[in-house]
């Protein structure tokens, strides 16, 4: 790439974006896994969970049936319809197969709304602790992202309140994530639907990532395409990775108004086009076929989330809000900051995976940084070795 003359190489908008701190985590931590050191790990928020029986069986009678074409560039008939129907099922949402567009992965279903909505100079209202990518998606797009404080004390929760506070007439949409990652935070099924009336009425787009839905610990569930009357601003962004432990499928959707799931096919249709096929047809096992899996994978991501706080208390000076849904805990570390020489979230990231082994992720890249994310999507004896090494790293710290 040398040339004579400075000729610029990349262009503006990739300069606006990070490689996904999670991302960065996980590289580092399959070096020394590679190694041979054991890990305890909680970086990554994928489920530990095997992908169900009935959903790999659907696909490999998709392949075995030579099901491995090119197919419509938002997804088969069969899974947008099989998508609309859980969704009513589950949430008494109103929509149809045609305001459904399936995605290879909920990541791409959001950089897709995000694309198709938001021009340079729209402001985008994000709450903070936010999931890593949002903001670098906002940007990408040429978008200004308003950051939304929520307070530790009321354990991340984002109320309408704040909301409202924060919209001004350059406001274009809302992301937000409930539950959400790194917190767990959970927006009260009336804050939610204050937020989606507000935005209706002030013609602002919701972007409601509900990759967590079904890992709601409060029993109190509903979506933002509840609101029947307001689904002109709301798009819903699903994702099938956690629900069913389907992350490296690649297996997402989005639910909105007609007009914008037209614009993100379009824009699949120069990019990733359709889906991968035999995703589309274990995506439709995964959605129509037993539920079952989904509840119990539930109860045990409260039992694991009981089992980090537990093991917590044995720590002193990390304190943890209580997270409500997802699998993460977000603790605060304030109190070991200038202790054994840690700097910063990221330094104690980086000394937890180097001299105790446990990979976590620095709050830095969530937003704040006082805090350090854990993914508890790992088996129980893993939680106790990780709690334990941390409560000896921090003990050492003196
Ligand atoms: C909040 C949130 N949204 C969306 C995603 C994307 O999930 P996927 O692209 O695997 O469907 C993730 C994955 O970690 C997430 O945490």
Known sequence: MSTATA???????????????????????????????????FGAGEPHFSTPRHIKDAAIDAIEKNFTRYTN???????????????????????????CVFTTGGKLALFNAVQVLVDHGDEVILPVPYWVSFKDIIQYAGGVVVPVETSEAENFRVTAKMIEAAITPKTKAIILNTPSNPSGAVVSPE??????????????????????VYLNFTGNI??????????????????????????????????GPKPIIAAMSKLQSQSTSNTASMVQRASIAAVSGPQECVAEMRVDYIKLRDQVLEGFKTIPGLTCAVPEGAFYVYPNIKSFIGKGGITSATDLAAKLLSEAHVVVVPGEAFGTAEHIRLSYAVSHDVVDEGVKRMREYFASLG
Not at 74 to 79: L, T
Not at 81 to 98: L, N, Q
Not at 191 to 200: G, K, P, S, T
Not at 223 to 233: L, M, N, P, W, Y
């Open 7 to 41: 000729t610029k190489v990349f262009a503006d908008r990739i300069g606006r974006i990070e490689v996904s701190a999670t991302m960065a985590i996980t590289a580092a931590a399959l070096k020394l896994k590679s190694e041979g050191v054991n890990l305890a790990d």
């Open 73 to 99: 560039v938002a997804g088969i008939p069969e899974i947008r319809k099989a998508i609309v129907e859980r969704h009513t099922a589950d949430f008494d949402s109103a929509y149809t197969p045609e305001e």
């Open 222 to 255: 509903v979506s933002g395409g509840s609101f029947k009357d307001c689904k002109e601003h709301v798009v819903v962004l699903g994702s099938l990775s956690k629900t069913y432990a389907m992350t490296g499928w690649r297996a997402g959707f989005a639910l």
């Open 191 to 212: 804050d939610l639907e204050a937020i989606v009336r507000l935005a209706h009425s002030r013609e602002i787009f919701v972007l409601l990532d509900e990759c967590y």
